[in-house]
């Protein structure tokens, strides 16, 4: 079974401090993915990367990076975390084509933001 | 329209059949995924359909696709109390492409 680990579970924040969010996956998938899910707002895809040392923003990037120096880690970072980035995260890895396989998730990070 | 659309919430009484449904977007989209979340935890996959399939079984869950009217929907026969969760629809559009998710509520 493909196992995709985020580092932490629950996170408490204050505003402007730097955030780590860390998620390892142990398949040796291409491909790795970073989500926010908000109530009424589902799954908004934050960055992703399709392979060591790239990275593509996706629907909502603004004030989040990212960081692949491996493999298996796919790393998220709030430069200076702010209430409204209080929310679930949730990381998630695939192999091969673009989309043309499902996504494995870890049990994601709920971050509060005080 | 753009997005993927689900119903927000579904309530059905256990030992039910219960029907998810999902609008997608794109007709050439190769796969659709269902996927569920239980509380305070990550997605789960739960099934996927080819574009070339009207239809899967697996167990409980039976999958129909309608390609023409670009409609998916999710069958869960004898539902369960652990059957509780949201029920997440994808398409793939370049990338996967979530809906809002449906809220299942089974009571007993």
């Known amino acids: 079974d493909v196992k995709v680990t985020q580092s932490s579970r629950y996170l408490v924040k204050r505003t402007g401090e730097k955030v780590f969010l860390e998620c390892v996956q142990d398949?040796?998938?291409?491909?790795m993915f970073w989500y926010r899910q908000d109530p009424g707002l589902g799954l908004r895809l934050i960055y992703f990367s399709y392979d060591v040392k790239m990275k593509e923003k996706g629907d909502i990037p603004e004030g989040y990076s990212v960081s692949r120096e491996k493999k298996e880690r796919f790393s998220l970072i709030l430069e200076s975390a702010s209430t409204n980035q209080t929310s679930m995260y949730l990381c998630?890895?695939?192999?091969?084509?673009?989309?043309?396989?499902?996504?494995?998730f870890g049990n994601g990070t709920r971050l509060t933001v005080t | 329209g753009e997005d993927v659309e689900q119903s927000l919430f579904l309530s059905v009484r256990e030992g039910d059949s219960s029907v998810i449904n999902c609008t997608y977007t794109?007709?050439?989209?190769?796969?659709l995924y269902w996927y569920k979340q239980e509380p305070g935890a990550g997605l789960q996959l739960l099934t996927y359909?080819?574009?070339?399939?009207d239809m899967k079984q697996d167990q409980r869950l039976t999958v129909l696709l309608n390609k023409k009217d670009k409609h998916l929907s999710l069958r869960i026969a004898d539902t369960q109390t652990g059957d509780s969760a949201i029920y997440f629809c994808a398409e793939v559009r370049g990338k996967l492409i979530f809906g809002q998710g449906t809220e299942l509520s089974v009571k007993p």
């Open positions: 398949m040796d998938h291409e491909n």
């Open positions: 359909i080819f574009s070339n399939m």
């Open positions: 794109d007709s050439s989209s190769t796969y």
């Open positions: 998630a890895s695939s192999r091969g084509m673009r989309g043309q396989s499902p996504l494995h």
